[in-house]
């Protein structure tokens, strides 16, 4: 069943997926399109006949400046060369 909101969310246009093993990040512009594609995954789901749905969402939202989720990793990033 979680395959059927992976696909939901692939099909939504104007964002940025990244799935990983322990989720899926989403960017996006604005915070009703993560809200609108969290709606679809649960509907998703509930077409597939699921009883209950458990969600978890961290929002990190910022209007001071434009960040993406790489300047995340690139803050975190350890030099190599020695």
């Given amino acids: 069943m979680l395959k059927k909101a992976?696909?939901?969310?692939?099909k939504y246009q104007g964002v940025r997926v990244v799935h990983h093993p322990m989720g899926t990040v989403i960017?996006?512009?604005?915070i009703d399109q993560i809200l609108e594609i969290t709606k679809?995954?649960?509907?998703?789901?509930?077409?597939?006949?699921?009883q209950?749905?458990?969600t978890q969402l961290k929002i990190d939202y910022?209007?001071?400046k434009?960040?993406?989720?790489?300047?995340?990793l690139d803050?975190?990033?350890?030099?190599?060369?020695y």
């Fill in 27 to 30: 960017e996006a512009d604005n």
């Fill in 40 to 50: 679809l995954a649960h509907e998703a789901i509930f077409s597939a006949e699921a």
């Fill in 75 to 81: 803050a975190i990033s350890v030099d190599t060369n």
């Fill in 6 to 10: 992976v696909q939901e969310i692939e």
């Fill in 52 to 54: 209950r749905i458990l």
């Fill in 62 to 64: 910022r209007k001071d």
């Fill in 66 to 72: 434009s960040r993406k989720m790489e300047d995340k």
